[in-house]
């Protein structure tokens, strides 16, 4: 009886160390971008001004300049790509649209779905 004690605590020992040890290196690794949800232009500028000022050691004053910048850099570059998406919407519409040409029924009504996933994980990103 006192075998099946032991066999039993050190299984569960096991199993929970197990356990934490899954649950704290997902915490540890899961990427960055599921824990604080979407990014976008702006945050992007402020996590590329950090890596910037610990790269180059810059101090206080440099890090808010190098910011400034890189915030009007990025704010020029999110509305050129909005200027710039219209023509990539017929870019992508075009190209669907010839795809279809070369299926049947069935693989039409399956594209028309994976096209309305791809719109949506576009617009996820075009913030």
């Given at each position: ?12 020992l ?14 540890l690794?899961?990427?960055?971008h ?40 990025s ?7 909005l ?21 049947n029924?069935?693989?039409?009504k ?14 996820g990103?075009?913030r």
């Open positions: 009886m006192n075998v099946w004690k032991l066999v039993s605590g050190v299984a569960l096991l199993l929970a160390g197990i356990l934490f040890g899954s649950v704290g290196t997902w915490l690794v899961k990427p960055a599921h824990m604080h949800g979407p990014k976008d232009f702006r945050n992007r500028t402020m996590e590329a001004t950090e890596r910037l000022s610990k790269s180059l050691d810059l101090n206080a004053e440099q890090k808010i300049a190098v910011g400034r910048i890189l915030e009007q850099m704010q020029k570059l999110h509305e050129h790509f200027k710039g998406k219209p023509e990539v919407d017929r870019i992508i519409d075009g190209s669907f649209s010839e795809i279809k040409n070369e299926l029924d069935a693989q039409k399956k594209l028309d779905t994976v096209r309305e996933q791809f719109r949506k994980h576009r617009r990103h075009a």
